[in-house]
């Protein structure tokens, strides 16, 4: 929030946290935030922003979330990775921690019907280029991954894709 911050505009601790917990710092989102929230002080000239700020922008944000989630179903589906975004969302779903190992995420390539190891390996690639798992650069193995954004998992699980 530095960005309203050097414009005079503050937020305070309630929305600043109301803000965090939706965006799931997901950079993209809290760029939506920002948006949203310049707008809503742009119009009412309010400052510092607050929860009351923050909940009349969330239907903006969360319509705009909803558009870039059928957006990265539309890529997934495009290039042939739905089943197994779907397989890796059940395989995070399950987990208590966030990460997976690349041997959990291969089994769960190979559950949903992917038997060939250098076409599972190219799947997980093609779902790490499109930021849907990821991992720390430079991580040696036993390489552990993590989904790029935990909500855009849940909403592939919701669109009821079969395996």
């Known amino acids: 929030m530095r960005p309203l911050a050097a414009h005079g505009v503050g937020i305070d601790e309630d929305a600043l946290s109301a803000v965090v917990e939706h965006s799931q710092r997901y950079p993209y989102f809290i760029q939506l935030w920002g ?3 310049w707008k809503q002080h742009a119009a009412t000239g309010a400052t510092p922003i607050t929860a009351a700020a923050v909940a009349a922008a969330r239907p903006g944000v969360a319509a705009s979330v909803a558009d870039y989630y059928q957006s990265r179903y539309r890529e997934l589906r495009g290039q042939g990775l739905l ?8 395989l995070f779903q399950a987990r208590v ?6 041997h959990e995420l291969d089994a769960a390539l190979t559950a949903a019907g992917i038997e060939d190891a250098s ?3 190219a799947t997980l690639d093609g779902l790490n280029r499109l930021g849907y798992v990821w991992c720390p650069p430079g991580q040696m193995p036993p390489i552990a ?3 790029g954004i935990p909500s855009l998992m849940t909403f ?7 395996l």
């Open 97 to 102: 921690d966030a990460t997976a190992r690349e």
């Open 35 to 37: 948006d949203a929230l």
């Open 83 to 90: 089943n197994a975004a779907v397989a890796v969302a059940r």
């Open 119 to 121: 076409e599972r390996l």
């Open 156 to 162: 592939m699980l919701e669109r009821g894709v079969a």
């Open 145 to 147: 991954w993590s989904a």
